[in-house]
C-alpha cells in the first residue's frame, strides 16, 4: 500500500509540474497579452512578437531547407543509379540472348562426337582434351 501511495504521489507532482508548466508557457504570455490589448497602446507589436516566436525560427527553417535540398540529391542519385541498373539488365539481356545459345551449339558440336563414351545414366563422359577444348570455345566466345 505504501508503494501504491507513493506512485499516486509521484503522478500528482508530475500533474502539477506539467500543470505549472502549462500556466508559464502559454496561460501568462496570453494573460499579459490580454492586459496589454485592455490597455491599448504598443501591444499589438509585442503579440505580434510573441505569434513570430511561436513559430519556427530561422535556424530550424534553414535546417529543413539543408534536408530537403540532401533529400533531393539523394534521390537524384538513386535515380541515376537505377537507370544505370536499369542499362546494366538491358545489356546482360542482350549478352544471354546471343551467347548463350551460340555456347549450346558449341557443347552440342563438341559431343556430337562419336568418340565420346556414356555411362550407365547415358550421361557424357568427357576426356581431358575434350573438357580444355570445350572450356577455350566457351572463354573465346565470352569474351568476344
Known amino acids: 500500500m505504501n508503494e501504491a501511495f507513493q506512485a499516486s504521489y509521484k503522478r500528482t507532482e508530475d500533474v502539477i509540474k506539467i500543470l505549472r508548466n502549462i500556466e508559464t508557457n502559454k496561460i501568462d504570455p496570453m494573460l499579459h497579452a490580454l492586459d496589454g490589448v485592455a490597455k491599448g497602446g504598443g501591444t499589438r507589436q509585442e503579440i505580434a512578437e510573441k505569434e513570430e516566436e511561436d513559430g519556427p525560427s530561422e535556424m530550424e527553417i534553414y535546417r529543413l531547407v539543408q534536408i530537403n535540398e540532401q533529400q533531393e540529391t539523394l534521390i537524384r542519385q538513386k535515380t541515376e543509379e537505377i537507370s544505370r541498373l536499369k542499362e546494366a539488365i538491358a545489356n546482360l539481356e542482350k549478352v544471354n540472348s546471343t551467347i ?20 550407365s545414366n547415358q550421361n557424357y563422359i568427357l576426356t581431358k582434351e575434350h573438357r580444355t577444348q570445350l572450356f577455350e570455345k566457351i572463354r573465346r566466345k565470352a569474351y568476344v
Open 100 to 119: 548463350v545459345p551460340e555456347l549450346i551449339d558449341l557443347v552440342e558440336e563438341l559431343l556430337s562426337d562419336k568418340i565420346l563414351e556414356k555411362d
